[in-house]
């Protein structure tokens, strides 16, 4: 990514040596976006039909930049994205812009649907019998094969429309299915057509008691009216992820989505490069999710190993220090049991011990070998596992 600024002599000549569509999205702006830029600061444009005619070298002379107060000043400020670089797509993605500007390749929309498209013929058969619903847009019965909707003044112009579009894009060994759906570059990318519909709002009457009640928070009504205007645009939910590529294309004053075909095609390719760009994005996301994953598994099963050899480590430790203890303990009790018989010695160097210290000295004998490590250990009550008393509830 790389931050660029033009000032007013920087557009002026940019705008002259780029088409304006493929300049606009460059800026992350509409070609109409585009158009008011220029006007506001009286940068003059080239007029329609320029690049056609430079293509044959015969195009008109440049008009010139009228004198600004500050020319230097910068009027444009956006961030230059590296566009389709993970996709390696860029070269296509230009081939498919200059293909499209040469007047050879304009779209023609028959005036018949006579030889129409199979998916158009389709179609046309599911609207046969379509209720209006709101605004009088027409509803099939079923899903129709492909996605319009308009009214029905409009049908057999957006059916035109819509041949002339699957044609082309076919034609262009791009394969269309219902949808209708394009599949461009290895991804699939719906379009359709809609005609514009305006809501108008208006209050209601004072006093009128005809009709039935409205309830409502709002203190006006809304009315839709169709305006007979369509707009061909790209149908994805998720195209918000999407920014700065043109969705959409409709009537105008100066134009009619008849008149901007060629230009729908090359949004329907920069939009399926960009949506490539975002898949193989989030499969990298996803890659990198599972390898982070796998990483904090492997390391949290490290630790629980360190954590287990510790506490094993551990254990033999503390029963050493245990065994050096109880080791210590015996030897204590023998030299305390040593002391006793010295002390019961006659004159003449005979023990002289009661049968009740005999009995106490085995005992003391028995429970010196219990706690010495090295010798084995007599048995004891102490060994005996005795269960706790039942809990009574009574």
Same mark, same amino acid.
């Given at each position: 990514m790389s931050d660029r600024k033009l000032s007013r002599q920087q557009l002026y000549e940019q705008i002259w040596s780029v088409p304006a569509s493929r300049l606009a999205t460059e800026f992350g702006l509409s070609d109409v976006g585009l158009a008011k830029l220029c006007k506001r600061h009286d940068i003059p444009r080239p007029p329609r039909g320029y690049w056609a005619k430079k293509e044959v070298g015969r195009a008109p002379a440049q008009t010139p930049l009228p004198p600004g107060e500050n020319d230097d000043q910068i009027i444009v400020s956006y961030v230059e994205p590296e566009r389709y670089e993970k996709s390696g797509l860029s070269g296509q993605i230009q081939k498919s812009e200059t293909e499209e500007e040469k007047p050879e390749k304009r779209i023609e929309v028959a005036s018949s649907l006579r030889g129409a498209h199979k998916l158009i013929t389709a179609t046309k058969e599911e609207f046969t019998g379509a209720q209006a619903g709101d605004a009088g847009i027409l509803v099939p019965d079923q +899903?129709?094969?492909?996605?319009? !909707? $308009? %009214?029905? +003044?409009?049908?057999?112009?957006?059916?035109? $429309?819509?041949?002339?579009l699957i044609k082309a894009l076919e034609l262009r060994d791009l394969i269309v299915s219902e949808g209708p759906t394009v599949s461009i570059f290895g991804e699939s990318v719906a379009f359709g057509i809609k005609e514009r519909i305006k809501v108008t709002k208006e209050l209601p009457e004072e006093h009128d008691l005809t009709g039935a009640y409205q309830f409502a928070y709002k203190n006006y009504v %809304?009315?839709?009216?169709? %305006?007979?205007?369509?707009? $061909?645009?790209?149908?994805?939910?998720?195209?918000?992820r999407i920014s700065g590529?043109?969705? @959409?294309?409709?009537? %105008?004053?100066? @134009?009619? $989505?008849?008149?901007?075909?060629?230009?729908v095609v090359s949004g329907l390719v920069k939009f399926a490069a960009r949506k490539r760009e975002v898949r193989l994005e989030d499969e990298e996301r996803e890659r990198e999710y599972?390898?982070?994953?796998?990483?904090?598994?492997?390391?949290? @099963? @490290?630790r629980a190993e360190l954590r287990q050899q510790q506490a094993e480590e551990q254990d033999r430790v503390n029963s050493l220090v245990q065994e050096a203890r109880s080791w210590k303990t015996s030897r204590e009790i023998r030299q305390y049991l040593d002391f006793i018989?010295? !002390?019961?010695? !006659?004159s003449s160097g005979a023990i002289t011990l009661s049968p009740e210290q005999e009995q106490w000295l085995s005992w003391a004998e028995d429970q010196a070998d219990r706690l010495d490590p090295l010798k084995e !250990?007599?048995?004891?009550?102490?060994?005996?596992?005795?269960?706790?008393?039942p809990r009574s509830w009574f």
């Amino acid at each position: 990514m790389s931050d660029r600024k033009l000032s007013r002599q920087q557009l002026y000549e940019q705008i002259w040596s780029v088409p304006a569509s493929r300049l606009a999205t460059e800026f992350g702006l509409s070609d109409v976006g585009l158009a008011k830029l220029c006007k506001r600061h009286d940068i003059p444009r080239p007029p329609r039909g320029y690049w056609a005619k430079k293509e044959v070298g015969r195009a008109p002379a440049q008009t010139p930049l009228p004198p600004g107060e500050n020319d230097d000043q910068i009027i444009v400020s956006y961030v230059e994205p590296e566009r389709y670089e993970k996709s390696g797509l860029s070269g296509q993605i230009q081939k498919s812009e200059t293909e499209e500007e040469k007047p050879e390749k304009r779209i023609e929309v028959a005036s018949s649907l006579r030889g129409a498209h199979k998916l158009i013929t389709a179609t046309k058969e599911e609207f046969t019998g379509a209720q209006a619903g709101d605004a009088g847009i027409l509803v099939p019965d079923q +899903n129709p094969s492909l996605n319009i !909707s $308009v %009214t029905r +003044n409009c049908l057999h112009r957006a059916f035109l $429309v819509m041949d002339a579009l699957i044609k082309a894009l076919e034609l262009r060994d791009l394969i269309v299915s219902e949808g209708p759906t394009v599949s461009i570059f290895g991804e699939s990318v719906a379009f359709g057509i809609k005609e514009r519909i305006k809501v108008t709002k208006e209050l209601p009457e004072e006093h009128d008691l005809t009709g039935a009640y409205q309830f409502a928070y709002k203190n006006y009504v %809304t009315h839709e009216i169709a %305006t007979g205007e369509l707009t $061909v645009y790209i149908d994805e939910p998720n195209s918000y992820r999407i920014s700065g590529y043109r969705k @959409q294309w409709r009537d %105008t004053k100066k @134009q009619r $989505v008849e008149d901007c075909l060629n230009k729908v095609v090359s949004g329907l390719v920069k939009f399926a490069a960009r949506k490539r760009e975002v898949r193989l994005e989030d499969e990298e996301r996803e890659r990198e999710y599972k390898r982070a994953a796998e990483q904090r598994a492997l390391e949290k @099963q @490290q630790r629980a190993e360190l954590r287990q050899q510790q506490a094993e480590e551990q254990d033999r430790v503390n029963s050493l220090v245990q065994e050096a203890r109880s080791w210590k303990t015996s030897r204590e009790i023998r030299q305390y049991l040593d002391f006793i018989r010295e !002390s019961n010695k !006659s004159s003449s160097g005979a023990i002289t011990l009661s049968p009740e210290q005999e009995q106490w000295l085995s005992w003391a004998e028995d429970q010196a070998d219990r706690l010495d490590p090295l010798k084995e !250990s007599p048995s004891s009550i102490l060994d005996l596992d005795i269960p706790e008393e039942p809990r009574s509830w009574f």
